[in-house]
């Protein structure tokens, strides 16, 4: 079945620094890869969805300078937290549709 | 755009017991009803779905049923195990094949 590959599982990262998240589709080609982020005990909310090629699409209340998403091509979309902060500690997590949603691993970001 | 409602937050049952979890959709338009299960920092699996062109929807103990008119769909999970512990979410599918969350169920099987 289709796979997204999402690294890394894991990070660490001081306040002010950045991080970058990264998904690839490992046996399909992806135009579109959806972000989400969820805070612990809470749902999935939609972040953004990429597009291969063009402008990512931010949901209402997201800081597009804040998460710079790029998909530069069919196999790769990467999610850039620029200046973390504690408050942006959470689970980032991609999704792609491909006959069914397939989701990567998530990354849980602690910012300190 | 859609709004998913779910209830409960938390349910409990005993082991042996059927669980029922219900969700709410607000977009007619939306034609895809997915439900996951979530262990503690994984990904969220998909254990069932269904098309709004289908009532009813069932594999071994799980079982989906949508009624598009009321815009309701709801998960019945028979003969609960302790495996069965976890968040489970419900979902539909809007515009452009974005997904939206229902708020979770924690659900609770006791031994």
Same mark, same amino acid.
């Given at each position: ?31 579109? !890869? ?10 999935? !909310?939609? !972040?953004?969805? +990429? ?38 500690? +959470?689970?980032?997590?991609? +999704? ?17 | 755009?859609? #709004? ?8 409990? *049952? ?5 669980? *029922? ?7 007619? =338009?939306? #034609? ?9 920092? $994984? ?10 062109? *289908?009532?009813? $929807? ?8 949508? #009624? ?29 094949? $974005?997904?939206?969350?229902? =708020? ?8």
């Amino acid at each position: 079945g289709a796979v997204v590959s999402q690294h890394p599982s894991r990070v660490i990262c001081k306040s002010g620094t950045s991080v970058k998240i990264e998904c690839r589709s490992l046996d399909f080609q992806a135009t579109t !890869m959806f972000w989400y982020r969820q805070f612990p005990k809470q749902s999935l !909310m939609l !972040m953004a969805t +990429s597009n291969e090629g063009s402008k990512a699409t931010y949901e209402q209340g997201v800081e597009k300078d804040k998460f710079l998403i790029n998909h530069a091509s069919l196999t790769l979309s990467t999610l850039t937290v620029t200046s973390a902060h504690p408050e942006d500690s +959470s689970f980032y997590i991609c +999704s792609a549709f491909y006959y069914g949603y397939t989701f990567g691993s998530g990354t849980r970001l602690t910012v300190v | 755009g859609e #709004n998913v409602e779910q209830h409960p937050s938390t349910l409990s *049952v005993q082991e042996g017991d059927s669980a *029922v979890i219900k969700c709410t959709y607000s977009d007619s =338009a939306s #034609n895809y009803f997915p439900w996951y299960k979530q262990e503690l920092g $994984k990904r969220p699996q998909l254990i069932i779905d269904i098309r709004s062109n *289908v009532g009813e $929807k069932k594999d071994q103990r799980i079982a989906v049923t949508l #009624n598009k008119t009321a815009k309701h769909f709801s998960l019945h999970i028979t003969e609960t195990q302790p495996e069965d512990s976890a968040v489970y979410f419900c979902a539909a599918m809007e515009y452009g094949n $974005k997904l939206v969350f229902g =708020a979770g169920t924690i659900l609770r099987v006791k031994s």
